[in-house]
């Protein structure tokens, strides 16, 4: 199993790697949940505010299905 993940805001520069413009091709095992996801690419739940499967609103429990894209963004403040 295989998902497409794409950081966004400030998140790229926590990634410990170059991370490419298209996203990262990861492969997962069957049932991966979004905070084990997070982890997965190395990435703090901190940093993680918001995540999108298929433009879908995500929680850390949720299972993400095979050849999905999972998007990361990072938290939003101003005022």
Same mark, same amino acid.
């Given at each position: ?9 400030? &998140?790229? *520069?926590?990634?410990?790697? #170059?991370?490419?413009?298209?996203? &990262? ?5 069957? #049932? ?7 982890? &997965?690419?190395?990435?703090? *739940? ?10 879908? &609103?995500?929680?850390?429990? #949720?299972?993400?299905? #095979? ?6 963004? *990072? ?5």
């Amino acid at each position: 199993m295989h998902v497409r993940v794409k950081f966004f805001g400030t &998140l790229p *520069q926590y990634y410990p790697g #170059d991370y490419p413009d298209s996203g &990262l091709e990861i492969e997962i095992w069957q #049932d991966i949940s979004v905070g084990e996801l997070v982890e &997965l690419v190395h990435l703090s *739940q901190a940093h993680v505010a918001i995540v999108s499967i298929n433009g879908r &609103l995500a929680k850390a429990s #949720d299972i993400v299905p #095979d050849s999905a894209e999972v998007k990361f963004f *990072q938290a939003l403040s101003g005022g």
